[in-house]
């Protein structure tokens, strides 16, 4: 059931739990490779459409922006969206049918699609600049050695001309 057929919901709350296979694309161009992600929840009606209530869970291997190694990352965040016939949307900018912080959506025809969400979702949970580590410490600008591994043998950077006034200022004992 990768598609939700809202009017099934009309009813009782429809349950959901699938495992989506999307593109690592949908991520951006630091993800290497995504595991089919984990979407679960419920939709009910509320209001004049629906709610859907659920979660999105899953794995990836990233690149990291600052030393360009793999590394594993999970994540799960909560899904919560108000579905809303396109009829329904307002006319003006100003109106807004929102409540609270829950985001709205508006849809032409009852139907949800989940691959399209896990991808959506996976989008948000990935971090703008992927870093395996905060202490990561890239790799050397010189030589391109990972720098987590060890010190390469390039001067360090901070014996750079630029900084030389700097070097004076330290205690020479
Ligand atoms: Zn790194
Ligand atoms: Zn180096």
Do not use: Y
Not at 57 to 63: E, F, N, T, V
Not at 72 to 94: G, M, R
């Amino acid at each position: 059931m990768l598609r939700i057929d809202l009017t099934h919901a009309d009813t009782e709350p429809l349950d959901f739990s699938e495992r989506p296979v999307i593109p690592p694309a949908a991520g951006g161009e630091d993800v290497v490779s995504v595991d089919p992600v984990e979407l679960s929840g419920h939709v009910e009606r509320a209001d004049r459409g629906f709610l859907l209530e659920g979660r999105v869970a899953g794995h990836a291997r990233l690149r990291c922006g600052r030393c360009l190694t793999e590394f594993d990352f999970s994540f799960a965040e909560p899904v919560e969206l108000h579905l809303l016939p396109v009829a329904t949307a307002p006319q003006d900018d100003e109106k807004r049918l929102g409540r609270g912080d829950l985001e709205v959506r508006f849809f032409a025809e009852p139907v949800v699609d989940l691959t399209e969400l896990a991808a959506e979702q996976f989008g948000l949970a990935v971090p703008m600049k992927p870093l395996c580590a905060d202490s990561c410490r890239g790799i050397c600008p010189t030589c391109g050695a990972n720098l987590n591994l060890g010190a390469c043998s390039c001067p360090p950077p901070d014996q750079d001309d630029r900084l030389a006034p700097l070097a004076e200022w330290r205690p020479s004992e």
